[in-house]
């Protein structure tokens, strides 16, 4: 997402940033299920996305459908960004991570063990919303976090 400027005053910080448009789990519920050429195509750019961010030592750690927002409003269009980096995390390559978070249907195996982790854990969270596109449920039907996890 770009950001065009930063504004301040005494109580808040204003940011203007590019308008982007619905969440890919909206564009999802309003098309029904991907194709698989489409999912490919969203597939794609994730994936593109999430190598960027770890080739810059960036793990986002909260990978999912709501945090992907479509770039247009056209339904067609496919073009889209990684956003909410909220859980995100500068890493060192040989650093392992502790942390318990993310959101509960996404979070990889080793971080609902709460073992130490690394940034696979994007990996794995877009293999999860991948399933999604394509089956139009998660891979894990539950209605806890405990049944999912």
Do not use: C
């Amino acid at each position: 997402m770009r950001i065009f400027e930063i504004l301040e005053d005494v109580n808040y910080f204003y940011i203007v940033s590019e308008l982007l448009f619905e969440e890919l789990s909206d564009r999802l519920l309003q098309r029904g299920l991907f194709s698989e050429k489409d999912a490919a195509v969203i597939f794609r750019q994730i994936l593109m996305g999430i190598n960027y961010l770890h080739v810059n030592n960036i793990v986002h750690r909260d990978i999912k459908l709501e945090n992907v927002l479509m770039h247009t409003d056209n339904k067609d269009d496919l073009t889209l960004k990684i956003t909410d980096f909220g859980f995100a995390k500068i890493f060192d390559k040989e650093e392992l991570l502790n942390d318990f978070l993310g959101s509960p249907l996404y979070m990889a195996p080793e971080i609902v063990q709460k073992k130490s982790y690394n940034s696979a854990v994007d990996i794995w969270a877009a293999g999860v919303l991948l399933h999604i596109l394509l089956v139009g449920a998660p891979p894990f039907i539950a209605t806890t976090k405990k049944e999912i996890f």
